[in-house]
């Protein structure tokens, strides 16, 4: 139908009409101190592709984004936040949604923040980490829970069989897991694997831009 | 002079010619896993403001950069690196050099690095942080020293007494320093102290291009 819809020349714009949909991307920082915070390698790129093609189809989408360096896309509602914390009280608040796609790599951790800038003469410290709010976890088991709940997962290793657990744990309906043991995150393209109840259907590598349209086709189809 | 000069009409774009003149610029990147990293607030855009200067008044330049997103200064030869030890690395090897202005906010530790990325099962992990080389103070010392060896400070309290106490220690000839607890790191402009032997200067909030202007001006006179 998708195929159909595409070679009739596009009434894909109205596919997701009177939908809202919430997306996170990019990374979390996490501060050490006043100059010093953890960081992750995500470039927000893949969420910011998947909230444009949603809002191409007509989506309302609210964009939760950690510290990135990209333009919002047209038709998206970004809120812009530093810290998973931030992250969690945003999603929280954008609710309630009918699909979330969470694609932001969340920090799992973050530090006690030092009030000063931490002095090489204090001696070398140990950075003891407290876990974050799990916000996929968080949505999962949400009496707001929205219809259709996927989430991100970036692996090294064992990527489907660390998704699949993911998915069970979280109550996501989908995990789009992507092997990142090779290219690092941050580059222009992925090969993902989307992991549902019913199975796993693996796409090959694509452009960032074409993860993100078929991503919004087949969600448009789960509707 | 420097003002005839000026008014003069510019023959400032020889002052530097035939000397070599090493800049580090940015944060560096600390790996915590294939993922996760350390990083800081620096933009770079003071070094590279700095660089920039130097090359405009005929000096040579090798800017060691940091992970910023910033074109390179035109006339000025770039070294990208991402951590404090790859950083030092460079540094050595672009010995010998007239002048060293070490601008780059270099993290004080690193993290020893997991082969895979760090899972939430795995429990709360406490970071264990080693020091990292002082790239100045190893100037400092070094046979190659360069005639002029000027250093950074960024500091959250007490900036002047902090920044003498290390210009001796690090056997630097300046320290610049600069209050970063009101305003952190990555702003337009700067409030700057020249930390020298004979004392202290304190300029004026500046932005980073008049700092940089200044700054390699004062250069020129100390050469």
Do not use: C
């Not at 996490?30 to 915070?37: F, G, T």
């Not at 998704?163 to 069970?168: H, I, L, P, Q």
């Not at 309906?173 to 796993?200: P, Q, R, Y």
């Not at 452009?207 to 078929?214: G, L, P, Q, S």
């Amino acid at each position: 139908a998708a195929i159909e819809r595409a070679l009739d020349g596009g009434d894909d714009r109205e596919r997701l009409a009177g939908r809202h949909i919430l997306v996170t991307a990019g990374p979390t920082h996490e501060p050490i101190d006043p100059v010093r915070y953890i960081a992750n390698r995500s470039s927000g790129r893949q969420g910011y592709a998947i909230a444009g093609a949603l809002a191409r189809m007509g989506a309302r989408v609210t964009l939760v984004s950690g510290p990135v360096s990209l333009p919002v896309p047209a038709g998206v509602d970004r809120i812009e936040v530093e810290t998973a914390r931030e992250m969690a009280n945003a999603v929280a608040a954008a609710l309630p949604a009918d699909v979330a796609v969470m694609v932001a790599a969340v920090a799992d951790w973050h530090v006690e923040e030092a009030a000063h800038k931490i002095k090489k003469g204090d001696g070398a410290p140990s950075l003891s980490l407290v876990e974050n709010p799990d916000i996929l976890q968080m949505l999962g088991n949400s009496p707001k829970r929205p219809k259709l709940l996927i989430g991100f997962a970036a692996e090294t290793q064992e990527v489907i069989a660390h998704a699949t657990e993911k998915r069970a744990r979280k109550n996501a309906d989908w995990i789009v897991a992507n092997d990142v043991s090779g290219d690092v995150m941050g580059g222009d393209a992925n090969s993902v694997h989307i992991v549902t109840e019913t199975g796993v259907e693996s796409w090959d590598r694509l452009d960032k831009h074409e993860v993100a349209r078929r991503l919004a086709e087949r969600i448009a189809d789960a509707l």
